[in-house]
């Protein structure tokens, strides 16, 4: 039987798909979120298809003191998660100065504040408990500058490069740090995010259930780095790294706009 996970943003999108993908392969899931009805309707669906038992925590996670908040209640119904999905986020377009600071925090919050001390507890119990796995939802805006998307793309910089070193001092402790790099998923994202007019989204994305599932394999391999679009996974890898990064930031920009 599959490892218990815990798995934020459990509610829609790339993380629903996550805690599908873990039940059908018979692992028992934590599924957290700010919506207790959408989380309530997936642990009926998740224990009715598999014989697994779906556990539902709704708070918000980006509030203050929102992750310690979510460990004390996985600790107070007795669980001890092996597997962590930090996959909770979202983005906001704009120019940086005219968006609310308030909306900018609270991305930092949740992208960042959130999922360090999330991996901070839980990579430490899994390494005192025999091992474990963390798959933490990066992007591939977490390998550029995105101008329209400053603080969304710096956040997810911060989750590429925090995995991969993260993996690096676990890998003799029993913990793989696996960081999954979508590029556009068609989710609840782009609307969050005022996305829906930008150039990115009308030229479409992937399913949440491809980007899931090639982020869930990565972890299951202990794999360190996942991009789940190859075309745009050797545009990062071959071809970006060659232009000038100035340039390079304008045509991201131009990706982020209407
Ligand atoms: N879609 C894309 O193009 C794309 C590309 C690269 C990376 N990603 C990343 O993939 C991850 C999942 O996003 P998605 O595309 O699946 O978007 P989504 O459909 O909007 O899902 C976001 C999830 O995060 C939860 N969430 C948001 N704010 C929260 C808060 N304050 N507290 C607790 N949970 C919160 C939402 O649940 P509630 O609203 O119920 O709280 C929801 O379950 C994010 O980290 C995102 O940055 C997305």
Known sequence: ???????TGASSG???EFARIHAARGGDVILTARRGDALAALKTELEA???ITAHVIALDLGAKGGADALISAVQKLGLAPRILINNAGFGGAGYHITRDIAAE????DLNITALVTLTHHYAKNMVAGGGGRILNVGSTAGFLNGPYQAVYFATKN???SYSQALDIELSDKGVS???LAPGYVETEFAAVADLTDAKMVKAGGATAHSAALA???AMLSGRAVKISDPKLGFMINWVFPWLPRRMLAKMVGQTQMP
């Open 105 to 108: 925090r609270a991305m930092i």
């Open 177 to 179: 740090v696996t960081v």
């Open 215 to 217: 982020g869930y394999n």
């Open 158 to 160: 911060f989750v590429n």
């Open 1 to 7: 039987m599959a490892e218990l996970a815990l798995i």
């Open 14 to 16: 790339i993380g629903r």
């Open 49 to 51: 298809t598999h014989s």
